[in-house]
């Protein structure tokens, strides 16, 4: 029998399988080999002939990706979270985990949570105007209309939609407006910091309906972009590379280069600038860092 591993306590597993949930260990050949079932894992089981609901993992199939913050594995949808205000959005992290996501081949969905702040729309219309040139579908949720989380529902991915992003953005209590009894624990934000609270602790697994999950990850506040080749980083931005192909030289970064088709495309209007100044700035960033 076949199961998703949705939670993991101690060396103790609970295993999805067909709407039913198993406790479950790792056979000892699993260790005896160093495979270290994680979240996300898709597991063959041996039933415990003795306790129908108890099984043994005895085969961890191979992964489609991994990520390690925290170990989460067969990642088919990163929902990138931000608030719109309150506490106001990193754009620099925001790209850096779009970056990310684009290095390990996984979906992003953009999610601006709390936008029932912004009664006069000031904020999202801002939002709006730095990403809509990207391929990637936004959606602005806020609790005061429930059909905002509809339509992030509607826009989950078949497998395990990861929920990223900082503390105090409402991460967790998207997943309790989804899903009524996950019963996450939820927190403000801190006021010295005017950052969130970190609530969540561990990796989660939640079913949203047949073959979807949400998980919900450990807040954090920087992502490094290191190991990354100069050349190749505007691959991992689409709005870069959409123009980076009509330059005049092969090599060129878009920094400073005459007959630069990406430059001619900021002054456009045709890639934001604050996602150009990103670019830029991670270029600076990776070069220095190649030095040493």
């Not at 067969?74 to 985990?97: C, G, Q, W």
């Not at 900082?166 to 950052?195: D, F, Q, W, Y």
């Amino acid at each position: 029998m076949q199961g998703r591993i949705v939670k993991i306590i101690t060396r103790r597993y609970i295993v999805e399988s067909g709407g039913k949930f198993y406790n479950a260990s790792s056979r000892g050949k699993l260790r005896n080999k160093n495979i270290k079932p994680i979240v996300g894992d898709i597991v063959d089981l041996d039933i415990d002939p003795e306790d129908e609901n108890f099984a043994y993992i005895c085969k961890v199939h191979k992964r489609n990706n991994f990520l390690k913050r925290p170990e989460t594995a067969n990642v088919s949808m990163v929902i990138v979270t931000f608030a719109v205000r309150s506490p106001n959005p990193d754009f620099k992290l925001l790209n850096s985990l779009l970056v990310a996501c684009e290095i390990r081949g996984i979906t992003p969905l953009i999610c601006f949570n709390k936008s029932d702040i912004d009664k006069d729309r000031k904020f999202i219309n801002d939002i709006i105007k730095i990403y809509s040139n990207l391929p990637y579908k936004i959606v602005f949720t806020g609790f005061e209309n429930r059909d905002t989380i509809k339509d992030l529902v509607e826009n989950l991915s078949l497998g395990v939609n990861v929920i990223a992003g900082p503390s105090g953005v409402g991460k967790s209590t998207i997943i309790n407006k989804i899903i009524p009894n996950a019963n996450m624990e939820t927190s403000g934000i801190s006021k010295k910091l005017m950052r969130g609270k970190h609530t969540t602790r561990h990796s989660e697994l939640f079913r949203v309906k047949e073959g979807v999950f949400l998980c919900d990850t450990p807040g954090f506040t920087n992502y490094t972009l290191d190991d990354i080749d100069i050349l190749d980083f505007k691959n991992y931005m689409p709005d870069i590379n959409e123009f980076s192909y009509d330059c005049k030289f092969s090599d060129c970064i878009h920094i400073f280069e005459p007959k630069c088709s990406v430059l001619n495309a900021v002054k456009e209007n045709k890639i934001s600038v604050e996602r150009y100044e990103f670019y830029k700035s991670s270029i600076i960033y990776i070069k220095e860092k190649s030095k040493y």
